[in-house]
Antibody, heavy 119, light 108 residues
Framework: QVQLQQSGPGLVEPSQTLSLTCTVS??????????WTWIRQHPGKGLEWIGY???????YYNPSLKSRFTISLDTSKNQFSLKLNSVSAADTAVYYC???????????WGQGTLVTVSS | DIVLTQSPGTLSLSPGERATLSCRAS???????LGWYQQKPGQAPRLLIY???SRATGIPDRFSGSGSGTDFTLTISRLEPEDFAVYYC?????????FGQGTKLEIK
C-alpha cells in the first residue's frame, strides 16, 4: 500500500526557509485522483491544514494562512515538497505530509517532522 | 472558517466501557463531510471515520460515527487498551478544511 516518508531538517534559523520533502512509495504520485497535502501541528495543539498539490502540479493553499508556503511536485522522484519562507518561532510545529483521498480524507500520513525555528 | 468544537476536552474511562465523543460545527457540514482521526503520542493521526459514519479500511467495528448538520458523534463501543489516545474531528465541506481541538481519552 501507499506509504509516505518525510525528510528534511529539524532546525531552521529565523527568517530562513523551511524545506521538507515527502517521498511516496507503493504507488505513483502521478496516478489516480489524489491531493498531496501538508498539515502542521503546533506543540500541544490541534491540526492545521496548509494546502495541497494535485498530480498536475496545481496547488491550493489555506486562504487563512499568510502566503509564505509553496508546495511543489516532482513526479520523476515520486515526491512532493513544502517550502515556508521567512520563518519565525511561530512556525515551530510538527509538519505532516498526507494523501487526500477525495474529498477531505487524509490517508495515509507521513511520520511527521518536528521543525524548530531557533537560532 | 468553520470552527469545530469537541467535547469533552478529556474523557476518563476504563477498558470495556463505552466512549462517546462529540463534535459540533459552527456551520452546517453538508453531505456529512466529517471525519474522525485518532492520534497516539509521537505518531501521526490515523483516519478512523469519513463521511460521518463510514469506517476507514482496517478500522475495528467497535468504532462508529453518527450525526449530521452541525452535530456529530464518535462512539467506541467497548474500549480496548490501545484506544486511549487523542481524537480529532475534521470537516471538509468548506475551505479551508479545519479540525477540532481534540478530545483526550485517558484511562481512569
Amino acid at each position: 500500500q501507499v506509504q509516505l516518508q518525510q525528510s528534511g531538517p529539524g532546525l531552521v534559523e529565523p527568517s530562513q526557509t523551511l524545506s521538507l520533502t515527502c517521498t511516496v512509495s507503493g504507488g505513483s504520485i502521478s496516478s489516480g485522483v489524489f491531493y498531496w497535502t501538508w498539515i502542521r501541528q503546533h506543540p500541544g495543539k490541534g491540526l492545521e491544514w496548509i494546502g495541497y498539490t494535485d498530480n498536475s502540479g496545481t496547488t491550493y493553499y489555506n486562504p487563512s494562512l499568510k502566503s509564505r508556503f509553496t508546495i511543489s511536485l516532482d513526479t520523476s522522484k515520486n515526491q512532493f515538497s513544502l517550502k515556508l519562507n521567512s520563518v519565525s518561532a511561530a512556525d515551530t510545529a510538527v509538519y505532516y505530509c498526507a494523501r487526500e483521498v477525495p474529498w477531505g480524507r487524509f490517508d495515509p500520513w507521513g511520520q511527521g517532522t518536528l521543525v524548530t525555528v531557533s537560532s | 472558517d468553520i470552527v469545530l468544537t469537541q467535547s469533552p476536552g478529556t474523557l476518563s474511562l476504563s477498558p470495556g466501557e463505552r466512549a462517546t465523543l462529540s463534535c459540533r460545527a459552527s456551520q452546517s457540514v453538508s453531505s456529512n463531510h466529517l471525519g474522525w482521526y485518532q492520534q497516539k503520542p509521537g505518531q501521526a493521526p490515523r483516519l478512523l471515520i469519513y463521511g460521518a459514519s463510514s469506517r476507514a479500511t482496517g478500522i475495528p467495528d467497535r468504532f462508529s460515527g453518527s450525526g449530521s448538520g452541525t452535530d456529530f458523534t464518535l462512539t467506541i463501543s467497548r474500549l480496548e487498551p490501545e484506544d486511549f489516545a487523542v481524537y480529532y474531528c475534521q470537516q471538509y465541506t468548506h475551505s479551508p478544511y479545519t479540525f477540532g481541538q481534540g478530545t483526550k481519552l485517558e484511562i481512569k
